[in-house]
């Protein structure tokens, strides 16, 4: 059991930091560290087990990541492969093609260095490995966390629905993306109705692009009150540009409203764990929820959102990164 011991202080450091508030990253650290520990655990007890249970458990913790590495990237390169051709070639929609190849990179240098006898060389590969395990270990990290939250529901009433503006078409029309934020706000607004609870205030929030005829928000209402949303029941926060800015400027017309407020913020579930984070960043008193998005569009959506959290962390990031080279180099220069 004292094998275990560490695995039990990560889970409840992940426990504590959840009950706390289920909006931050680092609880999707701790969740990782959760796995990994108890992974590593598991395998020093095999020897203590019987054969019938010993062999699948090895399998599980050492050949399903070998073979899931290979799986990933294939799936990552023929989705890469269809966002290209449905959505364009655009450096955004390129991200899950990069992370493919980038796998299978890996996986040739790690062969190729392998032939040579050149310490440098080696050297070289090791930092560069160690430190793609590092930022695959956060990404794992994020994705099952950022898994976790999803399935996070609304309990009770509230006050607001906030949805989340994106990018219109033909700068005045509500895309299929944005469309579905606006169908699970109003899905919140009508159970509550439903149940007997006073009507939410939705809140669309969103400010005019260069390129948009009109300000997000504004598209936002229409749509919903062509979908029988009375009017009286919108309110529109048409500033915002950025995500902190809907979170910003979203909170000060609740709080003006009522200071002790409750509310959901609606978007994308490819977006709604760092939407969270930025929720809390900027006070904002509830839960972000996600709504669906096209399958084919998630991966890339999903890794632009880790690129986002890891480069809002990254003086810890980069420092971390800093010193895996400094130590890489100096076992290099000693060996």
Not at 35 to 62: C, E, H, K, N
Not at 76 to 84: A, F, H, P, R, Y
Not at 137 to 143: A, P, V
Not at 185 to 194: C, K, N, P, R, W
Request: aromatic fraction near 10%.
């Amino acid at each position: 059991m004292v094998a275990f011991a560490l695995a039990a202080v990560f889970f409840l450091a992940f426990a504590v930091s959840a009950r706390e508030d289920r909006r931050r990253f680092r609880n999707a650290v701790l969740f990782g560290l959760t796995f990994i520990s108890f992974s590593l655990a598991l395998l020093l007890q095999l020897d203590r087990l019987p054969g019938w249970m010993a062999y699948p458990i090895a399998l599980t913790v050492l050949a399903v990541p070998t073979l899931g590495i290979l799986a990933l990237g294939v799936f990552l390169t023929t989705n890469g492969v269809t966002m290209i051709r449905r959505e364009g070639s655009r450096p955004a929609n390129l991200l899950s093609l990069l992370a493919g190849l980038g796998i299978f990179g890996m996986i040739i240098l790690l062969l190729v260095v392998r032939r040579t006898d050149s310490h440098v060389l080696e050297g070289i590969v090791g930092t560069l490995t160690v430190i793609v395990a590092y930022v695959s270990f956060l990404f794992l990290c994020f994705l099952g966390y950022a898994f976790l939250y999803g399935r996070i529901e609304v309990r009770g009433d509230v006050d607001h629905v906030v949805m989340l503006g994106a990018g219109l078409v033909c700068g005045d029309r509500v895309p299929p993306l944005l469309a579905s934020r606006l169908r699970k706000g109003q899905e919140i607004y009508e159970a509550q109705l439903a149940r007997g609870g006073r009507p939410p205030v939705l809140l669309p929030s969103g400010g005019k692009g260069s390129d948009e005829k009109v300000a997000e928000a504004r598209a936002m209402a229409d749509w919903l009150i062509a979908r029988g949303v009375p009017a009286e029941h919108i309110t529109l926060e048409d500033r915002s540009t950025t995500t902190e800015e809907n979170m910003r400027f979203s909170r000060e017309i609740m709080t003006a409203h009522d200071p002790d407020y409750r509310c959901v913020v609606v978007t994308n579930n490819f977006h709604a764990f760092r939407s969270a984070m930025l929720a809390r960043k900027a006070g904002v008193n509830g839960q972000v929820l996600g709504s669906p998005t096209a399958k084919y569009y998630w991966p890339s959506a999903t890794i632009r959102e880790f690129v986002a959290v890891f480069w809002e962390h990254r003086t810890v990031n980069l420092g971390i990164c800093g010193l895996l080279v400094a130590l890489g180099a100096a076992a290099t220069l000693t060996s």
